[in-house]
C-alpha cells in the first residue's frame, strides 16, 4: 500500500479552493452538497497562510505556476493538507475518483499515477452500489449508541448488525421509508442476538480471482479465519485486518462450534479437504457448514 486511505468529515469543517479555471470549477463541484463551509481564493489573497486558518483541506487548481506555488506554500504554512491539480510532486494528499451514496462514500485512487484509470474503475465499482446505501449507513449511525448499549461485546455486536443489513429494517431505508426501518431495527434490537454463528468453507489454493463474490464477501464479513499455511496470500488479504486468527492445529470442532455459539462466523481457507471427523464433530454440534466453491476458470 503506497499510500493510506482516509476520509476526513466535513460536517463544520472548512475547505478552501484557490484558483480559477475548470479544474478549480470541477474540485468545487466535487464538494457540492457537502456540509463543509466553502472558501475561494483568488489573487494575492491565496499567497497569505493566513488565508487558510482553521481550514481543513485546501485544493489549489491554476494554470499560473507561481500562482501554484504560493498558495500551496501558503497552505501548507498555515498546516493545512493541501492538493495541487496535475502536480503530484506538491500534494499532500491526492484526490480519488468518489462514489457518493451520502453516508456511504467509496474512493478509488491511484496516487496521482492514474487518475483515468482511477474513473474507469469507479464507474465499474458504482454500479454495485445502491443508491439507498446512504439511507442504510444513516440508520444504523441513527441507532449506533443503543445497539452499542445493548450489546456491548464486539462480536455480538457484529453478529446483530450482520443479520440485520440483510432484514426488514435494512430493506425499508433502502426503500426511503425511515421511520419504518429505525422501529425495525429497533424491534430487532429488543428481541436480542438470536443469530448463530456458522462455518463457511473457501478454498484457499487461488488465484484470488476465482473466489465467488459469495466467497469474497464471507471473507470480509468473518469473526475469525483459519487458514491452511500454504493459502494463497491474494485470498487471504480480502479478510478483514482485525479478525481473529486461528491456527489450524487450535481449529478443532469443539472449539469451532463454542465460536459458533457466540455468534462469531468462521471462514476456514483451504487447500485441501478437511478431515471427516471435523466435519462430523461440527454437525453434531448443530454447527451450520456452508461450503463456498469457486467460479470456473
Known amino acids: 500500500m503506497d ?20 479544474a478549480a470549477e470541477a474540485k468545487l463541484r466535487l464538494l457540492e452538497g457537502s456540509p463543509a ?3 475561494r481564493l483568488e489573487g494575492p489573497e491565496a499567497a497569505l497562510a493566513q488565508s487558510y486558518a482553521g481550514a481543513a483541506l485546501a485544493f489549489v ?36 475518483a468518489v462514489i457518493d451514496r451520502g453516508e456511504v462514500v467509496a474512493a478509488i485512487g491511484t496516487g496521482g499515477a492514474s487518475p483515468m484509470l482511477a474513473t474507469m474503475l469507479r464507474t465499474d465499482i458504482e454500479q454495485r452500489v445502491p443508491e439507498g446505501a446512504g439511507r442504510v449507513a444513516a440508520l444504523f ?38 421511520d419504518g426501518a429505525t422501529r425495525l431495527l429497533r424491534e430487532a434490537l429488543a428481541g436480542g442476538l438470536a443469530a ?18 459469495r466467497a469474497t464477501r464471507a471473507l470480509a464479513g468473518a469473526d475469525v479465519i483459519v487458514a491452511d499455511p500454504d493459502a494463497d496470500p491474494a485470498i487471504l488479504s480480502l479478510a478483514r485486518r482485525d479478525a481473529e486468527r486461528l491456527d489450524p492445529a487450535d481449529a478443532t470442532s469443539e472449539r469451532l ?21 471435523l466435519l462430523a464433530g461440527l454437525e453434531r454440534a448443530g454447527v451450520a457448514i456452508e461450503v463456498l466453491p469457486t467460479a470456473a476458470p
Open 196 to 213: 448463530q454463528g456458522r462455518v463457511r468453507i473457501v478454498s484457499g489454493r487461488g488465484p484470488a480471482d476465482l473466489l465467488t463474490l
Open 37 to 39: 463551509r466553502i472558501v
Open 141 to 178: 449511525r441513527q441507532l449506533q449508541d443503543e445497539v452499542r448499549a445493548a450489546l456491548p461485546q464486539l462480536h455480538e455486536r457484529r453478529a446483530f448488525l450482520r443479520e440485520a443489513l440483510a432484514g426488514p429494517a435494512a430493506s425499508a431505508a433502502m426503500a426511503g421509508d425511515m
Open 61 to 96: 487548481a491554476s494554470a499560473d505556476e507561481a500562482f501554484v506555488q504560493a498558495a500551496a506554500a501558503a497552505a501548507r504554512a498555515a498546516h493545512v493538507p493541501v492538493n495541487v491539480v496535475d502536480r503530484p510532486q506538491l500534494c499532500d494528499f491526492t484526490t480519488p
Open 257 to 277: 462450534a463454542a465460536l459458533c455459539a457466540s455468534g462469531m462466523t468462521i471462514v476456514r481457507v483451504t487447500t485441501a479437504p478437511l478431515a471427516p471427523a
Open 3 to 22: 499510500a493510506f486511505p482516509a476520509f476526513f468529515p466535513l460536517s463544520g469543517r472548512t475547505v478552501v479552493i484557490a484558483g480559477s479555471g475548470e
